[in-house]
T-cell receptor, first 110, second 116 residues
Framework: GQNIDQPTEMTATEGAIVQINCTYQ??????LFWYQQHAGEAPTFLSY??LDGLEEKGRFSSFLSRSKGYSYLLLKELQMKDSASYLC???????????WGLGTSLAVNP | GAVVSQHPSRVICKSGTSVKIECRSL??????MFWYRQFPKKSLMLMAT?????????EQGVEKDKFLINHASLTLSTLTVTSAHPEDSSFYIC????????????FGDGTRLSIL
């Protein structure tokens, strides 16, 4: 079967660092994506990992370990506008479909 | 780059009406487009995958005759909700993926459909 696990909710403080974990068990693996979705809006693409290691993009970084079936999204210098749902998705190679996690709702408090 | 335009953003109509939603990739060729449905505070639910020039592949439980998908060109896909009823009210989102093996899906802004 296909399974992606993320924490349901997280809370952090403005200016802090937060790490959102994602573990997956899928029948194939051709990359892992992270998306951000604000309430009432469509998802926006944040990052993509296909090889092991850390990809850094400004305040956001994403890490992948294929042997462990594990990824995390690291958000630094948190801002209030980072309050959103963060979706982890795996591309298995099947007709470009993504297997989606249920998302982690992050609340950033002042 | 990688802009996807979805129109209309909001539709309110009477039960029994058919509603067409358009999804366009503005600055890239979308070999594959996806249609999702999302209920409040729930995850994305994939409805169907469409490749340009071929029939859409529907996910299990999605009615093909109810949700008509056409992907006539590399930049345009349409979803028609036929004879819509209140239970079809939802947030519908399209995404598009370009050529190449590891292209991310880029999303339109979504269409909020309300059937009275």
């Amino acid at each position: 079967g296909q399974n992606i696990d993320q924490p349901t909710e997280m809370t952090a403080t403005e200016g802090a660092i937060v790490q959102i974990n994602c573990t997956y068990q899928t029948s194939g693996f051709n990359g892992l994506f992270w998306y951000q979705q604000h309430a009432g809006e469509a998802p926006t693409f944040l990052s993509y990992n296909v090889l092991d290691g850390l990809e850094e993009k400004g305040r956001f970084s994403s890490f992948l370990s294929r042997s462990k079936g594990y990824s995390y999204l690291l958000l630094k210098e948190l801002q209030m506008k980072d309050s959103a749902s963060y979706l982890c998705a795996v591309y298995t190679g099947n007709n470009r479909k993504l297997i989606w996690g249920l998302g982690t709702s992050l609340a950033v408090n002042p | 780059g990688a802009v996807v335009s979805q129109h209309p953003s909001r539709v309110i109509c009477k039960s029994g009406t058919s509603v067409k939603i358009e999804c366009r990739s503005l600055d890239f060729q979308a070999t594959t487009m996806f249609w999702y449905r999302q209920f409040p505070k729930k995850s994305l639910m994939l409805m169907a995958t469409s490749n340009e020039g071929s029939k859409a592949t529907y996910e299990q439980g999605v009615e093909k005759d109810k949700f008509l998908i056409n992907h006539a060109s590399l930049t345009l896909s349409t979803l028609t909700v036929t004879s819509a009823h209140p239970e079809d009210s939802s947030f519908y989102i399209c995404s598009a993926s370009g050529q190449g093996p590891y292209q991310p899906q880029h999303f339109g802004d979504g269409t909020r459909l309300s059937i009275l």
